[in-house]
C-alpha cells in the first residue's frame, strides 16, 4: 500500500480478516552486562571468572550460577576452536536479508564454557568442529554483540 | 498428596490457519470435545489452568481470563502458565499439583496458541525473543539455529547421520496419515527429507516442527471424583521437570546424571551435557521414573509423546529419557524401535512434526493423545485404530522449552 493512502488492508471478507501492524521501540539497558559491550570498542571480549569456584565464564555473568559470588571481568583470548557450528539459509524476519549465515559456538584454552558468534568466511564451506578462529571487532561501533565476530585462524 | 486421574479430553485439528475460529472458540472446542466425551458439565468443574506461550504472537494479554470465560467458568480460579515450548507440559502438571494438593477435586487444563497470526519469518523472530536478548537473539534470532547447533555437536559426539534424523520426519509423518487431527501426514522417503530446502545445517524444512493453529485440553480429577465422572480414567503416576541455563553456551562440561540402568562406565570419556544434550530432560526423566519406580524405560514404558520440535531433537530425547544409552539415539531410530508396535513407539499420532505445534497447546495434545492410547480410544476419536498402540498400559509425555531451559516428563498409567 502507498504510504500517501490511508486505508485498512483487508485480506478476507468472510471471514473478515484485516492487517494490523503494532510496533514498539524498546529503552534496553545492558545494565550490570554493560561493560562487555562497552569493552568491545575497545577490541576486548570479556569474560567472568569467580574465585569461589575457579571457574572462567566464556560469555559474559557479573553473577556466578554456581554460588551467587560477585564475578570478576577477564579478559578471554582472542583466538579459539569451533565447539559446533551451523549455516542459516533462513532466520527470523529481521535477519532474513543476512542468509546465508554461520553461527558457531567457540571453545577457549582455559575456559570453562562457550561463546556463541557469527563466523565470516568465503561462501561458508570449509568450516569444521576443532577449527581455529581469531575474534575481530567492528570498526563502527553497533552497541550489540554482533560487535565482535571470528574468521578462520589465519 | 492425592492421587491425580485424567477423566476427559479433547482438541481441535491442528491447522497452518484457522481463520474460522479464534482461540477463545477454538479452546471452547477443545473443552466441550472434552465435556461430551465424558458426560461432564460445566458445573463439575472446580477451576482451570491456562496454557499459551507468546502474547506478541496472541496479540492479546490475559488471553486465559478471555478463554475462561468464553468457556463458561467465569468465577472459577484460574491461572495461566507460560514456559516457552514446554508451556502445554508445566500447564499439565500445575493442573497436576491443583489436584495432588487437595486444592480442587476437579480441573480443566487448556491450552491453545494461534500461530497464524503473523507469517512464518516474523513468527521465528518473535519466538527467537525466548533466548537471550543481549548475547544470542541479535546474532541471527532463530531457534532452528540453535537445535542445529547442538545436532551439529551430536553428529561429532555420537557419530548420528543425516538420514537418521531424517527417518524420525519419515516415521512421524507417516504416522499422521492415520490421524484426521493431524496437520502434516505424509508419506515420504528419507531421501525427501534430505532433499527438502536447507534451513540451518544439518536441519532440513522436513526436519522442522510445524506452526499451526489450535487447542488442546484435559480434565484431571481426584481419584473420588474420577470414579464418578469416569468409567476408565487414566491416572497420572508421576509428574518431573527441571530446568538449565537459557544460553546454550553456558551449558557445563560434567557427568551424567545416571539412571538405574547405566553405569559410570557407560559413560567415561563424555563431557555432559555440553550442547549435544539435554540435561533438563535427564533430570526431568530421572525424577519422574524414580516417582513412578521405573528402572528399565524401554521394557517399562509402552509408548512415548516426545517433544520432536527437530528430528534431531526427538533422538536426543531417546538418550535423555533413557530409552537407549547416550550416543544410541541414531541407531534407535534407525532399527525402527520407536515405530508403531515396535519396542516404544515414540509419537505414534505425528508428534509436533507432523500432528502440529500449536505451543501453548502442544504439550496437552500429547496428554490428549496419550489420554486416548491408554483409554485404547484411539479407534474412536481418531475413526481408525491403525495408530492404538497394542496394550498400551503405560506412557509418557515430555516437552521442553528453549533449548532445554525448562522440561517436564510426566509418566501416565492405565
Redesign the interface.
Known sequence: MKNDVKGTEIY?TD?L?KR?D?SLSYT?S?AQ?SEF?KALGRNVLLGSYCKQCNYK?????KYC?YCGSETADIELPLKGKI??????????????N?VP?T???VEFEGI???????LINKNNTKIS?GMGVMAKFKSLQKF???DVYFIPEL | MNDVYIVSAGMTKFRKHNYDEDFRLMVKRAFDYALNDADITHKDMDGSVSAYFSDHIQGQLIAGAMTNDYIGLATKPSKRIEGGGATGGLAFQAGYEEIASGNMETCAVYGFESMSHLNTWKGNDVIALGSDSNFDYPLGGFYTAYYALMATRHMHEFGTTPEQMAMVSVKNHGNAMHNPFAQSPMKITVDDVLKSPMVATPLTMLDISLMSDGAACVILASEERAKSLCKNPVKIRAIGSSSDTMRLSDRPFGKVPLLPNESKDDYKNLKYPGVHSFRAGRIAAKMAYERANINDPLKEIDFAELYDSYTSAEIQAYEDLGFCKYGEGGKFIEKGYSEINNKLPVNPEGGLIASGHAIGATGIMQAVYAFWQLQHSVKKHLKNGKLQVENAKRGVIHSHAGTGAYETVSILER
Open positions: 478476507k471471514p480478516i494490523w503494532y534496553h545492558y552486562d559491550f565464564y566464556g560469555t559474559y555473568r550460577m565447539h559446533t557450528f551451523t549455516t542459516c539459509y533462513y532466520s527470523g524476519e529481521p535477519f532474513m543476512d549465515y553461527l558457531i559456538l570453562d564454557s562457550l561463546f556463541m558468534s557469527r568442529i550489540d554483540v554482533n
